[in-house]
């Protein structure tokens, strides 16, 4: 099992458009069945921010997170992610089964 996690930075200030757009998107990667447990929100500010916003799922293997990144849903959000000029951290770890 895989453990894709992606930690975002906002280049500029969100508008509500903004937000409701990436929400939006965040949301569609949840039609996209190779994602198991996706988890996604802002941060939740306990601790000194080091991100915006965060994103975890889990795939079964390699080929899976692959068909994940293809898929349109995976597309629309990293088309709106560039319009907010996001950075992002990403990583893949072996995760629990």
């Known amino acids: 099992m895989i453990l894709h996690m992606v930690l ?3 280049g500029r200030t969100l508008t ?3 937000e409701k757009n990436l929400q939006g ?3 569609g990667l949840r039609n996209i069945p190779e994602a198991r447990h996706l988890v996604h929100g802002p ?3 306990i601790r000194p921010r080091t991100c915006d916003y ?3 799922a889990r795939f079964e293997d390699a080929d899976a997170l692959a068909r994940y990144i293809e898929h349109p849903a995976h597309v629309a959000v990293v088309a709106a ?3 907010v000029d996001a950075d992002m951290t990403i990583a893949q770890i072996d995760g629990p089964r």
Request: no cysteine.
């Open 81 to 83: 992610l560039g319009a």
């Open 8 to 10: 975002f930075k906002w």
């Open 25 to 27: 998107a965040f949301e």
């Open 43 to 45: 941060d939740l500010g």
């Open 16 to 18: 509500t458009v903004d």
């Open 54 to 56: 965060a994103m975890t």
